[in-house]
């Protein structure tokens, strides 16, 4: 696996550094969109060395290399994502949770009028609860009618 990871960095003209393969590796086994925190947290206990500005300024590299795509889909965090096709994103508003939504293909069609615009990227972003959330929220609404029951059974 890692040599894989290696030849992926190379690919996208990355020096392949033992810091960046453990980077890249988190984030090909990782596809829930993670923060630099949260990579930083998953790597730092294996390696004592690493600092959470090497994590960004190698997320930041790999961007720019194409290697990884980062999203800015969450206004407090910027996410990354090892996968390069390109795919629009949905997060939840409740718990952050982002997800991978089919892939689109509207810069093609819808901005082929725009001769003089020449597309580098396209993000597509969808806001929204995810089912757990929603089901969290119905479940506070029945608990805050509850206490409507409890009077109804001292009543009885
Ligand atoms: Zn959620
Ligand atoms: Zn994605």
Known sequence: MLSKVKAYLIKHDVKPSIQRIAVMNY???NRTHPTVDEI???LSPNMPTLSKTTVYSTLKLLA???A???LTIDEKNVRY???ID???HFICLGCGCVHDVAPIYLDKVHMEKYKNLN???TQVYYKGYCDECLDNMEGKVKESAEPDSHL???NS
């Open 152 to 154: 109804k059974q001292l």
């Open 81 to 83: 994502d090892a996968c």
């Open 64 to 66: 720019e290399k194409g």
């Open 86 to 88: 390109p795919h629009a």
């Open 68 to 70: 990884i795509l980062q």
């Open 119 to 121: 597309i580098i990227e």
């Open 40 to 42: 930083f947290s998953a």
């Open 27 to 29: 984030l090909f086994n």
